[in-house]
């Protein structure tokens, strides 16, 4: 019955292709953002609540979205960040005893506008083709002239700031104040799940704003430092940039993910471009320079540090490679005590290959306070 009643809504891309679809909820509406596409199985709850999706229109391509509902302990923020959501099949019904809503409810608290019955092997096969660009997805589906002038307000991707936009606002603390290490975190759109595997490896972390300065950063005292994950291009952060500058003359440890890694090529003069069309994933593949091992990663990045200047600087180091497309996985630097990947190891898609570098970064605090 929900199938035969609902609206008929549609996805307008930037260049004017147009997908058809129906509309999850009850009300008219339309969501704006960058389309873009995850190929994870399960995960659709800390995806939505991922803050580097900010902004973004999410593809889901597993057939079947929402069929275990939600459960708030396991938000990625305080909320969804995703601008809108697309799906094939939309699950109205939750199975899982753990649920405390089902995913309509969790859209609706949320006021995010979902559309489903898209054919989203051909959407995901055209943005693959044709790269991520911004999209409209909306229920007005006979004023398309209205829609294309909405649409075309959109600022691109690129050079677009969004850090500012899910930081936090104030400092924060997260995890037991009588831990044996003390970590200060830039947020730029930190994951919850970056900060239990930090605390369950004794550590005290203080969340900074993400335009914190090393002065305001170091009054703490802490042992270590971490850049985070976080939506949008790095090349606007100047504030960041010049923070992981400071951190890396000081040969302080610091650790980069996501964002926060770009954050640190940036400061070694490396440059970040936007990628065609991104990496969103839970089985990326990855191999470790270092032990030649592979890993099995979750990914979300739609920028990507420059291998060639990476791999011609002096004092920067190569540590893992994707194995889709050979960009830059990981660095370290080889002068200081810093590194960072470009995927996600806090996010353990089923295997916990990633995990190591936690315990990398607190070794690297030990040996730094010997």
């Not at 004023?143 to 294309?148: D, F, Q, S, Y």
Request: hydrophobic share 35%; charged share 20%.
């Amino acid at each position: 019955m929900k199938y035969q009643t609902r609206k008929k809504a549609i996805i307008l891309l930037a260049d004017g292709t147009i997908f058809h679809g129906k509309l999850v909820g009850t009300e008219d509406g339309s969501a704006v953002g960058e389309v873009c596409f995850n190929t994870g199985m399960t995960g659709y709850q800390e995806i939505f609540t991922d803050p580097s999706y900010f902004g973004q229109l999410m593809v889901t391509t597993n057939a079947h979205i929402g069929n275990y509902g939600t459960n708030t302990e396991e938000n990625e923020s305080d909320g969804a960040k995703i601008a809108g959501l697309i799906c094939k099949n939309f699950s109205y019904d939750q199975s899982r005893p753990a649920a405390d809503k089902t995913l309509q409810e969790f859209l609706n608290e949320s006021n995010l506008f979902a559309i489903s019955d898209v054919d989203t092997r051909a959407l995901v096969t055209y943005i693959r083709e044709n790269g991520a660009m911004n999209a409209i997805i909306s229920t007005d589906v006979e004023n398309i002239e209205g829609l294309k002038a909405e649409l075309a307000k959109v600022p691109d991707m690129d050079g677009l700031e969004l850090a500012s936009k899910v930081s936090t606002k104030e400092p924060y603390f997260y995890g037991n104040e009588d831990a044996t290490y003390k970590v200060a975190a830039l947020d730029v759109g930190i994951k919850k799940n970056i900060l239990r595997n930090l605390a369950k490896r004794d550590v005290y972390v203080k969340v900074f704003p993400f335009d914190t300065s090393y002065e305001q950063m170091s009054e703490w005292n802490p042992d270590g430092y971490f850049l985070s994950n976080g939506p949008g291009d790095p090349k606007p952060l100047k504030n960041a940039i010049q923070l992981a500058t400071d951190i890396i003359e000081k040969d302080h440890p610091l650790f980069g993910i996501c964002l926060g890694h770009q954050i640190i090529a940036l400061a070694n003069g490396i440059p970040t471009y936007k990628m065609h069309h991104g990496h969103r994933g839970i089985n990326h593949p990855v191999k470790n320079l270092k032990t030649g091992k592979g890993e099995i990663t979750s990914q979300n990045h739609g920028f990507s540090v420059d291998k060639t200047a990476t791999e011609n600087h002096p004092n920067i180091k190569m540590t893992h490679i994707c194995l889709n497309d050979q960009t830059v996985g990981g660095l370290e630097m080889t002068n200081k005590n810093c590194f960072s990947v470009q995927y996600h190891p806090e996010a353990s898609p089923g295997p916990n290959d990633a995990s190591y570098l936690f315990d990398e970064f607190i070794e690297r605090i030990k040996q730094a306070k010997a």
